[in-house]
């Protein structure tokens, strides 16, 4: 495979812009194609046969873009549907953002409790817990859906009184118990940061999926003889299957206002 | 055609619930398809090729089902695709939520001013405001995107003080204004009605859809010679794209917990 073929990276919607802007920090040289399924997000609340039939629907998308790695870019399809997306992929690596994260994030407990937060499918999933369980038998996993804050990022609304309210009542349970870790389990999630940071307990470390994630594809390319180091116009193309023009004002926030690209509506 | 025929409902999701939970008091005796799409809601953040598109697809399944009427459920699609949807249904009568909401809201004003609120779909379609117009040039809409109110719905989150700050501020420009009629412009939001009416305008009227479009269903079946009125045991069919379960959870929200059936998953 040539190591100038692109890097592909898919979301449900344009959460994993979180994660690809982490990538494109670490691996500047990189083409890359981002794919978010804004036609039909949010997948988080779906049930697991349809996060399924998409995740399938999305991998056949890069793969007939000739991409040299897939990065699956959403919690969600990490924790539901990573096998069927790794069989659609064949030979071609697919690194998800659980198991990275969750490495990173058990070497920064004392309690060995960790919390985590994403959508009703990632709790429900139950991937957290088979994960964090696989790196030692003291790991013990909080977790709780939020199934609000999705929409609430996607609408831009990431501070304020209700905001604050609903994240309260989402993180109870975890503020009340013994955890000093709290992964957002959903790409969308880093933009609600300050205020989870503001109703959770104050010694909580919180910890993202994008840095971890980034790390391990370049360790993936580099294992694989994949890195592009050299590449000085790196082409980085964004396709949304909805709402181009929105999905760029959303895009903006995450990139503080300097997205790097334009934003193109596909048919998968 | 047959006037034992059920006649089709189909919404994004399960707020055209609403809707028929009117057209079973008024129309007791009738059999019914209710189709929500909640494998792609919500509906009302796409745009408007994305959803003209979904729209096509229900409207032939129900078609296949053959139907006698349909009814469209859903401010959105009746604001964005009703037209697409007329084409496909051919000679099959089609129902739409703003018409008859609309003709019932212009007999409630005396300042001739109306507020509505809906999806960014529906309020961005105009569809309201030519409605309005088209029964009398004196009247005006006032309208308001509420992007949020679905997902809230759908979780369940319809009081307490977070959701009363999400609705006051979404309500503020109407409450400033002059409009003494407020139309729910989407299916979902008669569940949001308490909130809805605590933070507006002492005096302002709040319509919805529910009894208006069942009151003209009614109308256009007896004009087409279509009433089934004397079938004892009516036939109820309810189909979701995804969650049957949840989807059975919320519809009880809508029906006091008397939902009328069982909720099958169906793929379209």
């Given at each position: ?17 979180t994660v690809t ?12 194609i981002y ?8 997948y988080g ?6 996060i ?6 999305l ?10 790695a ?21 030979k ?11 490495e ?5 407990t ?11 499918a ?10 964090v369980?696989s ?13 609000l804050?999705v ?48 109703v ?10 994008a ?19 050299k590449?000085?116009?790196?082409k980085?193309?964004?396709y949304v299957?909805?709402n181009?023009e929105r ?10 206002g300097?997205?790097?690209?334009k ?6």
């Open positions: 495979m040539n190591s100038s073929l692109p890097i592909g990276i898919f979301d449900s919607g344009i959460g994993g812009l802007a982490e990538i494109l920090k670490l691996l500047p040289n990189e083409n890359l794919l978010g399924d804004t036609a039909r997000v949010p609340t779906r049930d697991n046969e349809t399924k039939k998409f995740s399938k629907e991998t056949l998308f890069l793969l007939k873009q000739k991409v040299k897939i990065v699956v870019a959403c919690n969600t399809m990490s924790a539901v549907s990573l096998s069927e997306i790794k069989e659609v992929a064949g071609i690596p697919v690194i998800d953002v659980i198991s990275p994260t969750v990173f994030a058990v070497t920064k004392r309690t060995s409790v960790l919390g985590v937060i994403g959508t009703r990632t709790t429900h999933s139950g991937a957290y817990q088979a994960q369980r790196l030692g038998s003291q790991f013990i996993v909080v977790s709780k859906a939020c199934p804050f929409p609430l990022v996607e609408e831009g609304l990431v501070s304020g009184k209700s905001v604050e309210i609903i994240a309260e009542n989402y993180l109870k349970d975890i503020n009340e118990g013994n955890a000093d870790v709290l992964i957002l389990g959903c790409t969308h999630y880093p933009m609600l940061a300050p205020v989870i940071k503001k959770s307990r104050r010694r909580i470390k919180i910890i993202d999926s840095f971890p994630t980034a790390e391990k594809l370049k360790k993936v390319l580099a294992e694989n003889k994949l890195l592009n180091l590449n000085k116009k790196p980085l193309i964004f299957t909805d181009p999905s760029l004002q959303i895009a903006n926030l995450f990139f503080d300097k997205f790097p690209g934003i193109e509506k596909v048919k998968i």
